[in-house]
């Protein structure tokens, strides 16, 4: 099937519904209990439509995947350009982050889509912005903002903590991350921040 379609404005408006749609089912119900028909019944679309813009569940799984990772490249460079310390960096990272639809997919890669072509660049991507998550803790430590050790190790654990709580508070809209926003920022500086020590 050639799916190299012409990518007028109208098509690609649709392609994104697609896109925010599968995030939300897939975030619901996982990858192997969704259903294309979930999705295309959520935007009243014919089944087949769905197949204009994506060979498979596998394919449209990965190009949520990389649409999440492209929000979060963007979210990077905006955070690279602020002058600030940077646990600051990493508090306004998360705030952002935290708000973006299907986030908690980044975690749940099922086994099928590993042979898929694009899957190579996912984890490219995954790699790049790991070295941008460690680095902040490095220089977090080198500016004085956040505690001494191993950066790899509090990007871990911070990651690892955020993404428990994205799944645990099932948030799908900034609305209801607003309501745990402040919980959020307090757990990050009682974990990371030298003034919070100082201070306690």
């Not at 490219?124 to 803790?137: A, L, P, R, S």
Request: glycine fraction near 4%.
């Amino acid at each position: 099937m050639d799916l190299n379609i012409k990518n007028t404005p109208k098509r690609a408006r649709k392609k994104d519904l697609i896109l925010d749609s599968a995030a939300n089912i897939f975030s619901q119900y996982g990858y192997q209990n969704t259903k294309l028909e979930q999705i295309t019944n959520s935007l009243k679309l014919t089944d087949k439509s769905i197949y204009y813009y994506f060979t498979s569940k596998g394919d449209l799984f990965i190009e949520v995947i990389l649409r999440i990772q492209d929000h979060l490249e963007e979210l990077i460079t905006n955070v690279e350009s602020m002058e600030c310390d940077h646990l600051s960096k990493i508090k306004f990272y998360t705030n952002k982050a935290m708000s973006i639809n299907g986030l908690i997919l980044l975690l749940q890669f099922p086994k099928s889509i590993l042979d898929f072509a694009k899957y190579d660049q996912i984890k490219i991507n995954e790699t790049n912005q790991y070295v941008h998550w460690t680095n902040w803790f490095l220089a977090g430590q080198l500016d004085g903002s956040i505690i001494k050790g191993n950066p790899e190790e509090q990007r871990n654990f911070l990651f690892g903590s955020l993404f428990y709580l994205h799944h645990w508070s099932t948030i799908k809209d900034n609305d209801n991350y607003e309501q745990i926003q402040p919980f959020i920022e307090t757990m990050i500086d009682r974990m990371f921040s030298t003034k919070y020590i100082m201070s306690s």
